[in-house]
Nanobody, 115 residues
Framework: QAQFVESGGGLVRPEGSLRLSCAGS?????MAWYRQAPGKQQRELIA????????NYRPFVEGRFIISRDRTKNTVYLQMNSLKAEDTAVYYC???????????WGQGTQVTVSS
């Protein structure tokens, strides 16, 4: 069963950058990054990458975040630039919603944007 491990989070100042990684044997499929903000019940979808590399972003991260994949490392990345306080959340990766499939959710990686 596929499982994904997220890493790369941390504390960063506003306008700073972080790169998150999502490692796992199933990352060659259509994948997505999600996040769950403090006090929110639901995870929200923020970016997707198809198996052939097409990307899509929610409006609130478009132009600031970049999703990419390195097939040789079985890893999907999320480059986050121009971070804002409202980007503070636990970030998760999993299969994209279009696959109709989901691995068990991992621990996620905490991103805190604060001065």
């Amino acid at each position: 069963q596929a499982q994904f491990v997220e890493s790369g989070g941390g504390l960063v100042r506003p306008e700073g950058s972080l790169r998150l990684s999502c490692a796992g044997s199933g990352t060659s499929r259509s994948m997505a990054w999600y996040r769950q903000a403090p006090g929110k019940q639901q995870r929200e979808l923020i970016a997707t990458i198809t198996s052939d590399g097409k990307t899509n972003y929610r409006p609130f991260v478009e132009g600031r975040f970049i999703i990419s994949r390195d097939r040789t490392k079985n890893t999907v990345y999320l480059q986050m630039n121009s971070l804002k306080a409202e980007d503070t959340a636990v970030y998760y990766c999993n299969a994209a919603p279009t696959t109709g499939w989901s691995a068990p959710w991992g621990q996620g990686t905490q991103v805190t944007v604060s001065s």
